[in-house]
């Protein structure tokens, strides 16, 4: 962001923030270095986009200038032919799409055929998901209103505020959705929601559960294009099996498919939407074609690090009285839990224990419980079925949920940093404070305000008979 200008921005606009057609027309190129005839990129537009309140010349605009220049100049030389393959056109458009100060798509062009299944690919950061909100959100230039192709959007995080609302509700209070109760709950049976698990709260429902859940809703939508943005997520392989088999029956409708689990995307997909260098270029075949023919693509699906995106984690240090890496420092004992709004208890009789030389895999079905262990091991749950959870008193655990939710839901008004600040601002983590196992109870409330009052009567007794000797003994 350039000086000058607000550059607060919170959780909310950034997990819903609106990307923006811009209009390349009314920038200025008199002051940039690249003077000279402006690049060309059709439709009138001669050049890319400037941030909001960005100063004309400015490093941000001279860079973005460059950028878009550069790339606008070698797809001159790298013309993607007319596409003409038979079928029914769902959309034939041509776009710009830029988020806040950043370039996305500069004179981009999106064909969709019926029936078709397009993987879109492209770097970290290119825009992926931002193009498919752009997209439902109407925010795409020529693209079909909902009147003539209805559109549906299916993400991998249900929206933190409708944890307490029963899975049957959160569908039938879909107004998008064109269809009766009845074949409702039997839509939602055939993706595996008995009538008791139709009834519960869908913040108890496991990430597989919930991703079925964003599912069955799309299905009931009988939608012509279906956006799927990392549909895999959470679903273990018969679930992710059970998904490959409903894309590919589909023969009417059109996907698009964000998603970076290679194997399923191979199987899925006719065709490859790449996004890179401010362009979309379709490739046909699977993702395995693509990949011989763009080699530097596999990069988007290997482990290999990016000079972008490196992370390191501190080496742990030894604890008071802990010797050795394989010592225990937290453990379980014959631990059972229930959820109060489930009838069926979730866990029997855990026992495990972790060193710091442990690395441990959590396996296990949808919905059978591995986030559950980990919450009571870390402290959000307590168990309440029995046994007991033991971890060294120094120990800081730290912990990355499933659902970026779970951390923000009640900072949505701050920004990143504001958020950071808040967290740590004593020294120590205020989530980690925040813990069921953390919490005072009204027993232990009492407990405490008896024990303070005991310290007062012995100090009072004390300080009386401190008084009395001085005033016994006077210096």
């Excluded at 079928?87 to 055929?113: H, P, V, W």
């Excluded at 009147?147 to 249900?158: A, G, L, P």
């Excluded at 046994?387 to 939710?405: D, R, S, T």
């Amino acid at each position: 962001m350039s000086a000058g200008t607000d550059s607060k921005c919170s959780f909310k606009r950034l997990s819903r923030h609106s990307p923006s057609r811009w209009d390349p027309q009314a920038l200025d190129w008199s002051s940039s270095p690249l003077a000279g005839a402006p690049p060309s990129y059709g439709g009138g537009n001669s050049s890319p986009p400037r941030g909001p309140g960005e100063i004309p010349g400015g490093p941000n605009t001279i860079v973005n200038e460059w950028v878009v220049k550069s790339a606008s100049q070698d797809d001159e030389d790298d013309t993607v032919a007319e596409d003409e393959e038979e079928g029914e056109d769902l959309c034939n458009c041509q776009f710009s799409l830029a988020y806040g100060a950043k370039i996305l798509l500069n004179t981009a062009t999106l064909r969709l055929k019926r029936g078709h299944r397009y993987g879109l690919c492209g770097r970290n950061g290119t825009g992926k998901s931002t193009l498919m909100r752009a997209i439902t959100n109407g925010q795409v230039e020529g693209f079909p209103s909902p009147d003539e192709v209805r559109t549906f959007y299916v993400e991998h995080d249900i929206d933190g505020s409708e944890a307490d609302t029963a899975v049957l509700d959160f569908i039938v209070a879909d107004k998008r959705i064109q269809a009766t109760k009845e074949e409702i709950i039997e839509t939602l049976a055939s993706v595996g929601f008995s009538d008791e698990r139709q009834k519960q709260a869908i913040g108890s429902l496991s990430g597989g559960w919930k991703m079925k859940l964003a599912l069955a809703r799309a299905m009931l939508f009988k939608a012509d294009i279906l956006l799927l943005d990392e549909p895999t997520n959470h679903l273990d392989v018969v679930n992710v099996a059970w998904l490959e088999n409903y894309l590919t029956s589909l023969k009417t409708c059109t996907s698009i498919i964000v998603s970076h689990d290679s194997g399923f995307l191979n199987n899925v997909i006719t065709d490859v939407l790449h996004l890179n260098r401010f362009k979309l270029k379709r490739y046909r075949g699977n993702l395995e074609a693509f990949m011989k023919a763009v080699p530097e693509a596999r990069s988007y699906y290997t482990l290999e690090a990016q000079e972008d995106y490196q992370f390191k984690l501190p080496d742990p240090p030894l604890l008071e009285g802990v010797k050795t890496k394989e010592k225990s420092l937290l453990k379980m004992r014959k631990v059972g839990f229930q959820y109060p709004t489930q009838p069926v208890q979730q866990l029997y009789d855990i026992t495990l224990q972790v060193s710091l030389s442990s690395r441990v895999a959590v396996l296990g079905p949808n919905g059978s419980g591995k986030s559950t262990l980990v919450k009571l091991l870390i402290g959000d749950l307590e168990p309440n079925k029995g046994g007991e959870i033991w971890k060294h008193p120094n120990l800081v655990i730290g912990y990355v949920a499933q659902h970026a939710f779970h951390h923000i839901d009640q900072h949505l008004d701050k920004t990143p940093l504001e958020y950071m600040l808040w967290r740590y601002q004593t020294g120590e983590d205020l989530e980690e404070m925040m813990k069921a196992n953390r919490q005072i109870t009204e027993e232990d409330a009492q407990k405490m305000k008896e024990e303070a009052q005991a310290v007062v009567r012995v100090r009072g007794l004390v300080q009386g008979s401190l008084l009395v000797g001085e005033h016994l003994d006077p210096p």
